[in-house]
T-cell receptor, first 116, second 114 residues
């Protein structure tokens, strides 16, 4: 069974600083994908970034990067130069190919507040 | 391009009433799913489908029913609403095999059961 753990219920960061949101995962599969989604107060789910288990380089998308440490089974999201609009819930998710099933599993989320 | 469309966005029910949350996608995705989001619990999978005529249970299926008669539509039925079903519901779809598996979400439906 797959499991995603986000140990930080809430995080605070000063505007323009960088912040790391933690995510660890557990799977016995060799092939899997890791995702981060953002949920602002308006409620919609926004896809941020994807990392495949065989990708050799860490994924980056603008100010978002995924610090992928395969041996430690961690997939932390790094947001550089935080902006007020980054205040939101952030969810880590994994999709593993366990027995032909690709059902995504989500963590419980981290609430990020960016202070001016 | 509409993507994933959920209706209604808001609904208030009385205990024991039934209702259907509608979900439609226009991306020809095989995989469709329903999640519920409760504070501190993240997104929990209710039911999912990997194609027309195929459905299966997720983590929290009790009290919910689904069907998938077409690729586009995946309605979620509450058979007899209970206050414990007060939640925000998300429909999501993706390509089943191949691709990254990024989920495309509807805007969510906020359900209150009194």
């Amino acid at each position: 069974a797959q499991k995603i753990t986000q140990t930080q219920p809430g995080m605070f960061v000063q505007e323009k600083e960088a912040v790391t949101l933690d995510c660890t995962y557990d799977t016995s599969d060799q092939s899997y994908g890791l995702f981060w989604y953002k949920q602002p107060s308006s409620g919609e789910m926004i896809f941020l970034i994807y990392q495949g288990s065989y990708d050799e380089q860490n994924a980056t998308e603008g100010r978002y990067s995924l610090n992928f440490q395969k041996a430690r089974k961690s997939a932390n999201l790094v947001i550089s130069a935080s902006q007020l609009g980054d205040s939101a819930m952030y969810f880590c998710a994994m999709r593993a190919s366990s027995g032909g099933s690709y059902i995504p599993t989500f963590g419980r989320g981290t609430s990020l507040i960016v202070h001016p | 391009n509409a993507g994933v469309t959920q209706t209604p966005k808001f609904q208030v029910l009385k205990t024991g009433q039934s209702m259907t949350l509608q979900c439609a996608q226009d991306m020809n995705h095989e995989y469709m799913s329903w999640y519920r989001q409760d504070p501190g619990m993240g997104l929990r999978l209710i039911h999912y489908s990997v194609g027309a005529g195929i459905t299966d249970q997720g983590e929290v299926p009790n009290g919910y029913n689904v069907s998938r008669s077409t690729t586009e539509d995946f309605p979620l039925r509450l058979l007899s609403a209970a206050p414990s079903q007060t939640s925000v519901y998300f429909c999501a779809s993706t390509v089943w095999q191949g691709g990254t598996g990024e989920l495309f979400f509807g805007e969510g439906s906020r359900l209150t059961v009194l």
